[in-house]
């Protein structure tokens, strides 16, 4: 009977796991989301809710364990009260308003007023001119996503350390490790969620908060203040896992056999 007691709460543990990690996954998809270019699609989930609601949700999954509530509705606030300012203005515009802030923050003409890419930020810090593509962060990133056994879309037209393909990795990551937990591999979740410490601590949680910080005090747009907020707060959550060894897992003990009492 202890055995399967044991295995019971062996289960429910695994379960909570695949949960977190799901959670995880989801809010760096959302965030790689709202990063890129934005479409028509994604102004009419900005307007009607649904991207705020979906990202509320699983942000408060990660939240609710590691921060107080209070810092958790702080960080996310400016988010709700930017969808309820554009919602009530007409959607053509608020996509013209969107596409033009983006690409004056991210893209030009002319310098980018925040560039979204770990070499801007990596090679600013050493004191040398970024060289996109081909600095030692582009290169190790892309190293980071070979080892994991992705690839480089071949449509994807940007460096592969754009802040977007960085989260989208991210999701790639807690995305195999709750799979592994649903599937009762605790070896195969550790592994993936060792990557995602180490990617967090390599690369995104060493550029992007500052990034983010960057986009909160230069833009002029309500959304992408919100959501630089929201995201500095989501990364520097994550990025204690992968400082506070206390965080990390610790279910990696095989799972216990099934045995009656004889």
């Known amino acids: 009977m202890t055995g399967q007691t044991d295995t019971e709460a062996i289960d429910t543990a695994f379960s909570r796991l695949s949960h977190l990690a799901l959670a995880r996954a989801e809010v760096f998809g959302l965030l790689a989301f709202a990063f ?3 479409n028509e699609e994604f102004v009419d989930q900005i307007i009607n809710g649904s991207y705020i609601s979906e990202i509320h949700g699983y942000f408060q999954d990660l939240g609710n364990r590691r921060i107080p509530s209070n810092e958790a509705r702080e960080a996310f606030a400016p988010l709700k009260a930017a969808q309820m300012e554009l919602a009530q203005q007409n959607k053509d515009q608020v996509l013209r308003d969107m596409k033009v802030e ?3 923050l991210f893209i030009g003409p002319g310098h980018a ?3 979204p890419y770990e070499t801007f930020y990596g090679g600013k810090t050493k004191g040398v001119a970024p060289l996109l ?3 030692p962060e582009a290169l190790s990133v892309e190293a980071a996503y070979r080892e994991a056994g992705v690839a480089m879309s071949s449509d994807l037209r940007e460096p592969p350390d754009h802040f977007a393909t960085e989260c ?9 490790e709750s799979d592994c937990w649903a599937e009762d591999n605790n070896s195969e979740a550790l ?3 060792r990557q995602q410490l180490a990617f967090i601590d390599g690369h995104l949680g060493r550029w992007s908060v500052q990034f983010c910080e ?11 203040r919100a959501i630089a907020r929201l995201a500095r707060t989501i990364i520097q959550i994550e990025g204690s896992d992968s400082i506070d060894s206390e965080n990390k897992p610790d279910v990696g003990k095989p799972r216990p056999e099934n045995k009656t009492s004889e």
């Open 214 to 224: 960057d986009i909160e005090t230069a833009s002029h747009h309500p959304f992408y």
């Open 191 to 193: 592994k993936w969620r």
């Open 168 to 176: 989208e990795f991210l999701y790639y990551l807690c995305k195999k």
């Open 113 to 115: 007023a925040v560039p």
């Open 133 to 135: 593509m081909v600095s």
């Open 102 to 104: 983006y690409a004056r």
């Open 36 to 38: 890129f270019d934005p």
